[in-house]
């Protein structure tokens, strides 16, 4: 089963040919990152309109890549959410249009749900699984026992995880996005600085990140204001250290919890060195296996898409022409 996969939930415009879930024969992102970095963020506008101009030769290249022509594809997938609606709603356009066009199945993808299965990409799942995935949006931890059975165990009170290190690498004046950047530092830098970890009630799954944005806010501005010499090397480094331990400890403690066969790792801060150092050092011995994408499959890509939908293939899930972009889906 080939299955065309596309992704412009945010500023990558992707496609994609997966191979029976597991197999990937073309990758093909344009990231729109250059555009929006004098803005220091995403600007849902740029976005959309990039996302028409990219959208039919990015197709095309998977295509040339995969050496496929349109009567090997089976199916055509694409992330119907959630994301920025005028972004979806290009991908969502394209995927209508080609299913019409060309008599092949639809099937929607909830975005979260690829960045968990761009990890089928490297190795089989077994169940139950637990999938910490921390993204620009989203911190999750999401247990699964069987192929497109999503349980949120625990999420972010407020802000995402991936936004956390985007606004501190803001106030460091670095550039957008700030999480590699962040990352970077951390690795120069030492833990100086002692950050709140929000561990939030005892037996708690969520998340809270603004407390630690708050306070990093306020150790540079108290520290100009003394003007003492504050290392960004070292803000990093402390930053990222309140931020791992956190995930580090409350992943370990659900995979403990719900007895899991593996635990797997997903979304752009999947990237993160020192998140993979941690996690990797705390889950040795544990007799679970830990499992992380490679870094070019953590950011947004249509690989993972095509990963999700081939289960949803299997299953007989498919979608008409009235799929419609949803920015706020639940993850199904
Ligand atoms: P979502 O998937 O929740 O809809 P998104 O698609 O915008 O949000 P992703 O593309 O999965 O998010 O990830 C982008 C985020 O990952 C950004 O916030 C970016 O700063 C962060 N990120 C990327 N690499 C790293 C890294 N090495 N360390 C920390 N953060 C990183
Ligand atoms: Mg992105
Ligand atoms: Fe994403």
Request: proline content about 9%; charged content about 35%; cysteine-free.
């Given at each position: 089963t080939c299955i065309l996969a596309i992704e412009t939930s945010c500023d990558e415009t992707a496609a994609a040919i997966v191979k029976n879930g597991t197999e990937l024969l073309a990758n093909v992102v344009a990231s729109q990152i250059e555009s929006h970095k004098r803005f220091g963020g995403v600007v849902p506008e740029i976005a959309s309109r990039h996302h028409v101009e990219a959208i039919t030769d990015v197709i095309s290249e998977a295509f040339s890549q995969s050496g496929?022509?349109?009567?090997?594809?089976d199916a055509i997938a694409v992330t119907?959410?959630?994301?920025?609606v005028g972004a979806l709603l290009i991908g969502v356009s394209a995927a209508k249009a080609l299913s019409f066009a060309k008599k092949k199945p639809l099937i929607g993808v909830h975005h979260i749900a690829g960045h968990i299965y761009a990890n089928r990409l490297i190795e089989e799942f077994e169940f139950p699984l637990l999938a910490l995935i921390v993204s620009g949006g989203h911190t999750e931890l999401v247990l699964m026992k069987g192929h497109g059975e999503f349980e949120v165990i625990g999420q972010t009170r407020d802000d995402a995880c991936g936004e956390a290190y985007d606004k501190v690498a803001r106030m460091l004046s670095l550039p957008y996005p700030g999480g590699p950047h962040i990352d970077r530092l951390a690795a120069d830098g030492e833990e100086t600085i002692e950050f709140p970890r929000a561990y939030l009630e005892e037996g708690s799954f969520d998340f809270s990140f603004s407390g630690l944005k708050s306070a990093v806010i306020n150790t540079i501005h108290n520290a100009k204001q003394r003007g003492k010499e504050l290392k960004d090397e070292d803000i990093a480094a402390s930053f990222q250290a309140s931020v791992v331990e956190v995930l580090v400890e409350k992943t370990f403690k659900a995979a403990k919890q719900y007895n899991v066969k593996e635990v797997i790792v997903a979304g752009g801060v999947a990237a993160n060195k020192g998140l993979r150092n941690k996690l990797a050092e705390r889950f040795e011995n544990s007799g679970i296996p830990l499992h992380f994408p490679p870094i070019h499959l953590c950011t947004d890509n249509a690989a993972m898409i095509g990963a999700a939908a081939h289960i949803a293939y299997e299953q007989g899930r498919r979608h008409g022409m009235d799929l419609n972009a949803n920015p706020g889906l639940e993850l199904y």
């Open positions: 496929l022509e349109w009567d090997d594809i119907e959410g959630p994301g920025l």
